[in-house]
């Protein structure tokens, strides 16, 4: 059965997933009942986690999720689409890293996982971003600052979830028109509002909400849950894998 949302007739071909406070809760435990209808959507669909966590994470998530490694890393920073295929870098390290030792300097800033960053830089969440932004703004006016929820993920400003999965997808023959995408937080709203249908969880904020085709009235895991359920119930999913 095909739908038409805006419009056109849609069936979903792939799910795009942020991780942290989509699958998971407020302290990062992945849901129970997230995870295997992750495990069972892997059959009916192509599954791709977009995260802003690292390559070498995000490949493990997609190991014991059983998703296949089609992964955007790093907000869009890096993206493969297996666990044997070369990664395609978008972002620029080496340029983010200029302006590190400048937020050191006035803020006292502390990297995360800075080895493992193939595309961006990241930073704990213990400074004044509004002040940050406009000194990064001035030193570099292609970069951006990002917070998550999280942390703070230091990037170029034409890097994005959006572009990044719409890299990806180009590989499956398929079109960000037949992806659906689920986010939590507002570094995804550019690739919710790309993605053919969108869905978020009751714990995302307002102008997240305000982009999605559908927002769960449940959060975290529980709320995936039921956007899945949403989107088999009314067609853009044929249920082959008995999900629930």
Aim: proline content about 3%; overall charge negative.
């Amino acid at each position: 059965m095909e739908l038409r949302i805006n419009g056109e007739n849609m069936q979903v071909k792939v799910v795009a997933t942020d991780i942290d406070g989509t699958l998971t809760d407020r302290s990062r435990k992945l849901n129970p009942s997230a995870l295997q209808v992750v495990q069972n959507l892997s059959e009916c669909v192509k599954v791709v986690l977009a995260t802003g966590n690292t390559l070498c994470f995000t490949w493990a998530c997609s190991v014991l999720l059983g998703t296949g490694g089609a992964v955007v890393a790093e907000n869009g920073a890096v993206v493969a689409s297996g666990y044997d295929s070369e990664p395609l870098i978008l972002g620029d390290k080496e340029r983010c890293l200029r302006v590190y030792p400048i937020l050191v300097e006035k803020f006292s800033a502390r990297a995360l996982d800075i080895d493992y960053r193939l595309g961006e830089v990241v930073l704990e969440r213990n400074f004044c971003l509004s002040e940050a932004k406009r000194i990064v703004e001035q030193y570099d006016p292609e970069l951006e600052l990002v917070d998550t929820d999280f942390a703070i993920h230091v990037k170029l400003k034409n890097v994005s979830k959006a572009r990044g999965l719409e890299r990806l997808v180009s590989t499956f023959s398929a079109s960000m028109d037949e992806v659906a995408a689920f986010g939590d937080s507002r570094n995804d709203i550019p690739m919710l509002e790309k993605a053919g249908v969108s869905l978020t969880v009751a714990n995302a904020p307002s102008d997240v909400k305000g982009v999605c085709d559908y927002v769960s009235p449940h959060p975290f895991g529980e709320g995936f849950v039921d956007g899945v359920r949403w989107l088999v119930e009314r067609g853009f999913i044929e249920d082959v894998a008995g999900l629930f």
